[in-house]
């Protein structure tokens, strides 16, 4: 069973940054690609960012040039570096892989 325990989120005001970590249980965390996912108040749940177990990565246009994903495979950890967070980036972000999904980081960016 995998275990997936995301950290990291708060209250930030807009324009500011965050980062959100994602510490996965288990063996092989290197072998699996990994993504970023979010959910605001009554929107459906959408795909943030991804990074491949190979290092590359692919963003939602809206985050891109914006949100970092990356990997620390040592650490059996993902991580989502948010910069020039805007109050539509509210949400709560969830961390997965494959079929295994974390419970969740709360991201509130005030304007």
């Known amino acids: 069973q995998v275990q997936l325990v995301e950290s990291g989120g708060g209250l930030v005001q807009a324009g500011g940054s965050l980062r959100l970590s994602c510490v996965a249980s288990?063996?092989?965390?290197?072998?699996?690609?990994m993504s970023w996912y979010r959910q605001a108040p009554g929107n459906q749940r959408e795909l943030v960012a991804v990074?491949?177990?190979?290092?590359?990565?692919n963003y939602a246009d809206s985050v891109k040039g914006r949100f970092t994903i990356s990997r620390d495979n040592v650490k059996n950890t993902v991580y989502l570096q948010m910069n020039s967070v805007k109050p539509e980036d509210t949400a709560v972000y969830y961390c997965?892989?494959?079929?295994?999904w974390g419970k969740g980081t709360l991201v509130t960016v005030s304007s």
């Open positions: 997965r892989r494959m079929n295994y």
């Open positions: 288990g063996s092989f965390f290197s072998m699996y690609d």
């Open positions: 990074i491949t177990k190979g290092g590359s990565t």
